[in-house]
């Protein structure tokens, strides 16, 4: 069974501070894996896309990490502002002629003054 | 908008009533995707459409649960003889049809039954 699993459920960090959130997978065959950040009270946004072939994507203060051998992801986000208080969603798509995802249940990261 | 616009934002209504959500996808996007979020969970896959073939069904809950696609482009979500479970955000996605492209998600509706 494909399954995404993310942790921490939940941090609470200073303003400035950096942070890491984990994401591991157990979808096969892998196609893509892409982090959403959602809003509190709005749809997730992409924010980056990582294939088999990129170890490593950066989006401004996020940078994404994919080990495919473990079947791990990490976003990092570096010198953390009080809008980066959202909940982060790790989905993973499964390679094939299908468009569906599997969705992580998300770290909630809040960023505190 | 360019966006993924659901409407209502909000609805609240009363067990055993039936509810119809809507979801304007981005114009040109093939591929529209229901899902549904309880509070603290990760969202649930219900139902795929893309173009003009057959839809994914195989997340909807129940036959309670329904949607079509009219002309490719509009789509309702109807949830029949609502229960309290059915309380949740639902949200709308579409995407175009290439594997790499991003689901860009509306805001959802948050159904409340009481």
């Known amino acids: 069974k494909n399954q995404v699993e993310q942790s921490p459920q939940s941090l609470i960090i200073l303003e400035g501070k950096n942070c890491t959130l984990q994401?591991?997978?157990?979808?096969?065959?892998?196609?893509?894996l892409r982090w959403y950040k959602q809003d509190t009270g709005r749809g997730p946004v992409s924010l980056t896309i990582?294939?088999?072939?990129?170890n490593t994507k950066s989006n401004g203060r996020y940078t994404a990490t994919l080990d495919a051998d473990t079947k791990q992801s990490s976003l990092h986000i570096t010198a953390s502002q009080l809008s980066d208080s959202a909940s982060y969603i790790c989905v993973v798509r499964a390679s094939g002629g299908y468009q569906k995802v599997t969705f992580g249940t998300g770290t909630k990261l809040q960023v505190i003054p | 908008g360019a966006g993924v616009s659901q409407s209502p934002s909000n609805k609240v209504t009363e067990k055993g009533k039936d509810v119809e959500l809507r979801c304007d996808p981005i114009?040109?996007?093939?591929?529209l995707y229901w899902y549904r979020q309880s509070l603290g969970q990760g969202l649930e896959f219900l139902i795929y459409f893309q173009g003009n073939s057959a839809p994914d069904k195989s997340g909807l809950p129940s036959d309670r649960f329904s949607a079509e696609r009219t002309g490719g482009s509009v789509s309702t979500l109807t949830i029949q003889r609502t229960q309290q479970e059915d309380s949740a955000v639902y949200l709308c996605?579409?995407?175009?049809?290439?594997?790499?492209?991003?689901?860009?998600f509306g805001d959802g509706t948050r159904l409340s039954i009481l």
């Open positions: 994401c591991n997978y157990t979808v096969s065959p892998f196609s893509n």
């Open positions: 990582m294939t088999f072939s990129e």
């Open positions: 996605a579409s995407s175009l049809a290439q594997v790499n492209q991003p689901q860009h």
């Open positions: 114009s040109g996007h093939t591929a």
